[in-house]
């Protein structure tokens, strides 16, 4: 038995106070059940604490140079990476992603604060000529960008570093106190994160750490105080806490049924080997993972065997082998509804290319295909190691289908038609297009988020930063000198 990267009993923090409760929070891994750590659930009074904190130390974390903020930021960056391995086997072992995965993730979150740390001194802001009128003949203004206050940001399960440190780190840039629950699945990696921070000069209780119920989760969700919600996870969850948050901004990134086009044209093999990484990575638990193939019928032969190929090779298994591709699911109750979803499929007529086994929270990498666009499999997020091959004939029509969706977060075209190209990027209604690559594709720096049911706002840390700040006006007239 390997032995486990978290220690028991890890306190939460209340602001940067170090704290525990009479309800503990068993972690287990998804993959076998061992016991790999645990930590307490906050009550109502710890988020009502942490939330008065976070007001209150408000202003002095505003008051910090970019000089300063960038100072705590490449700090963090930098000894998250010296701590790479013990953050890698805690993500590991806490969501049961493969090693090497987990590792990957270390890496995009060392960038991300890296990233956040250039940004935080490149907060700028506009100056604009206003003499239009010959009543406001020499006026101007200046637009800055200033910060929003306290914040309240809610985490899922699937990259319990990275899109934590997707809130913290612009949150931080932008000069902000932040309030996170993090998911009660993966509370471990946040909570060592917060440890890391307050260890790189965040000031007294800039940040709290919070593991919940969904219950204190929504309590948060409606405090007055704080100025924003900044919400990655379910759709369900994301709208209706939109609904709870009063005049808070909001951003939520949520999920979808990702499409990926593969065109005649395109450069096969490798559409075919990025697609078995887009569909499977995290056991297809990414927001943007590969969920609908759009074939041309010219070339579909040639692409399942290819990439079928690739998928049966896919080492399915315990996150801790260092040779797995493809962990569990987060438990077993998300594998069972997989499955019963490709059973449905299944008995309306679909067919079963490779994989549809479940053993314990594992599910085989299947992929289907004479599938039907209602079939849930196809029009509900699957949020499992799951593909559909859809064949078409007409490029405009896979077009249409594939944006024929409640959801709209990233999509894939590979193809070297550069009409082709332009048209999908003007029809699509997704956040982002991402052309001879998949939808799982994503670049941390980069603007990112969904349109229709997949959220609001975007992310990435320079977007982030926009939506954590508020433009605040100064109009200036000489005339009164
Ligand atoms: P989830 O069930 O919606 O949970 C996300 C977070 O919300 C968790 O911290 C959860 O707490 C909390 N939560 C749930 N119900 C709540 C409530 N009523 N009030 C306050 N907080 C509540 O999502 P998940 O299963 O962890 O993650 C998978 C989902 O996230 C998928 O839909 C995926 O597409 C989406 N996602 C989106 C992105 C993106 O950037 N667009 C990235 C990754 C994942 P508990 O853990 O305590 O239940």
């Known amino acids: 038995m390997t032995e486990s990267a978290c220690p028991d009993g890890i306190d939460f923090f209340v602001g940067s106070e170090r704290r525990r409760s009479q309800q503990p929070l068993e972690v287990r891994c998804p993959y076998d059940s061992r016991r790999v750590g645990s930590t307490w659930r906050a009550t109502e009074a710890h988020v009502d604490e942490a939330v008065a904190l976070a007001e209150r130390h408000a202003p002095a974390m505003a008051r910090l140079s970019g000089g300063e903020r960038a100072a705590i930021l490449s700090t963090a960056s930098e000894r998250l990476w010296e701590e790479r391995e013990l953050f890698a086997r805690t993500i590991s072992e806490e969501a049961g992603k493969p090693l090497r995965d987990a590792r990957g993730e270390v890496g995009r979150a060392v960038l991300v604060f890296q990233t956040a740390a250039e940004e935080a001194t490149r907060i700028g802001g506009e100056w604009m000529p206003l003499d239009v009128l010959e009543a406001t003949r020499g006026q101007w203004a200046l637009v800055r960008r200033f910060p929003l206050g306290p914040i309240a940001a809610i985490t899922p399960f699937n990259f319990p570093l990275n899109l934590v440190a997707h809130k913290l780190a612009p949150a931080i840039a932008a000069g902000n106190t932040v309030v996170l629950?993090?998911?009660?699945?993966?509370?471990l990696t946040a909570l060592r994160l917060a440890s890391l921070l307050y260890g790189c000069g965040l000031p007294e209780h800039a940040l709290s750490v919070l593991p919940c119920t969904p219950l204190i989760g929504e309590h948060l969700v409606g405090d007055p105080r704080l100025r924003m919600l900044t919400f990655t996870g379910s759709p369900p969850v994301g709208w209706r806490l939109k609904s709870m948050a009063g005049r808070k901004r909001v951003t939520l990134e949520l999920g979808g049924n990702a499409g990926v086009i593969v065109h005649h044209d395109a450069n096969l093999s490798y559409a075919a080997r990025r697609c078995a990484v887009g569909g499977f990575t995290s056991a297809g638990q990414s927001c943007i993972s590969v969920q609908r193939i759009y074939v041309h019928e010219r070339i579909r032969e040639a692409f399942e065997s290819e990439f079928l190929e690739h998928v049966r090779a896919l080492k399915v298994g315990d996150p801790a082998d260092e040779t797995t591709d493809v962990g569990p699911l987060i438990n077993e109750a998300s594998a069972s509804r997989a499955l019963e979803w490709i059973r449905?499929?299944?008995?309306?007529?679909a067919r079963l290319l490779t994989g549809g086994e479940r053993h314990g929270s594992c599910l085989?990498?299947?992929?289907?295909?004479d599938t039907t666009p209602v079939m849930k499999v196809n029009c509900q997020e699957v949020f499992a190691p799951l593909v559909t091959i859809i064949p078409y004939h007409d490029v405009d029509v896979a077009l249409r289908q594939l944006d024929d969706s409640e959801y709209g977060l990233q999509a894939g075209?590979?193809?070297?038609?550069?009409?082709?190209v332009f048209r999908?990027?003007?029809q699509l209604s997704v956040g982002g297009l991402v052309v001879n690559d998949v939808s799982?594709?994503?670049?941390?720096?980069m603007p990112y988020g969904g349109v229709k049911g997949s959220g609001l706002g975007?992310?990435?840390?320079?977007?982030?930063?926009?939506?954590?700040?508020?433009?605040?006006?100064?109009?200036y007239n000489p005339a009164g000198l």
């Open 458 to 475: 975007r992310e990435g840390v320079r977007w982030a930063i926009g939506e954590m700040t508020e433009e605040k006006l100064m109009l």
């Open 344 to 349: 449905e499929a299944l008995s309306g007529g």
């Open 364 to 369: 085989q990498p299947t992929v289907l295909t």
């Open 413 to 420: 075209l590979f193809t070297h038609d550069l009409g082709l």
């Open 424 to 426: 999908a990027y003007e």
């Open 181 to 187: 629950k993090p998911s009660s699945s993966t509370p």
């Open 440 to 445: 799982a594709h994503r670049v941390d720096p």
